[in-house]
């Protein structure tokens, strides 16, 4: 059973659409994250939930919303896409957000915008 | 948190060499960890070591820690083709909530 699951794998879209990226992780985790790779492989988190409530927010657009129905569930909108949102979006999990745990990551989506 | 920053960019041998990759850090660490990421995957955690520990080993892997130099190095011993990834090291300090700021990582490939 994959442990951190996201869909779709692949998004290619236009600028200006609006479009939404999905992840689920069934390892019983409290805490879950987004993360962007850009093209020169840097790996930036963009935020972290725990529990359902927002526990890092790094600084970035607020074209971008992510919600979290329950713990187990951690979805990113993104509206008004633009060029530079292409990137590999990564999904991540922990047992409870703290310090010096192991982080469990999805297999990422693949975001074009044209 | 803070940002690693690994050595070299690429890294290129052939199969039962030894690998060796350098992690370089800013501020002081309570934990650092290695992770590797396959072409088109996710990353995977492969080991953590504490700012009191100064080697660790986990199979073929064997990760150092020099706090004084805030350095870390990664090695893989006798590598396989399927050793051939990128690495990411990821020095965890501060009071941030479980936050990682991951560098460019070391793409490694391991010639059959």
């Known amino acids: 059973d994959t442990a951190v699951s996201q869909t779709p794998k692949y998004l290619v879209t236009q600028m200006g659409n609006d479009k939404s990226i999905k992840c689920e992780q069934n390892l019983g985790h409290d805490t879950m994250y987004w993360y962007k790779q850009d093209s020169k492989k840097f790996l930036k988190i963009m935020f972290s939930?725990?529990?359902?409530?927002?526990?890092i927010n790094e600084t970035v657009p607020n074209r971008f919303s992510p919600k979290s129905p329950d713990k187990a569930h951690l979805n990113l909108h993104i509206n008004s896409l633009e060029l530079g949102d292409s990137a590999v979006y990564f999904c991540?999990?922990?047992?409870?957000?703290?310090?010096?745990?192991?982080?469990?990551f999805g297999p990422g989506t693949r975001l074009l915008v044209l | 948190s803070q940002q690693g920053e690994e050595d070299p960019q690429a890294l290129s041998i052939q199969e039962g060499e030894n690998a060796t990759m350098n992690c370089s850090y800013k501020t002081s660490i309570n934990n650092l960890q290695w992770y590797r990421q396959n072409s088109g995957r996710g990353l995977v955690h492969l080991i953590l070591?504490?700012?009191?520990?100064r080697e660790k080993h986990s199979g073929r892997l064997r990760v150092t820690l020099d706090t004084s130099k805030k350095s870390s190095s990664l090695l893989i011993t006798a590598s396989r083709a399927a050793d051939t990834a990128s690495y990411f090291c990821?020095?965890?300090?501060?009071?941030?909530?479980?936050?990682?700021?991951f560098g460019q990582g070391t793409i490694l490939t391991v010639h059959p």
């Open positions: 990821a020095p965890d300090g501060g009071t941030s909530y479980g936050k990682l700021t």
């Open positions: 939930y725990n529990n359902k409530e927002l526990i």
């Open positions: 070591i504490r700012s009191n520990e």
């Open positions: 991540a999990s922990s047992l409870t957000g703290l310090q010096g745990e192991t982080q469990y």
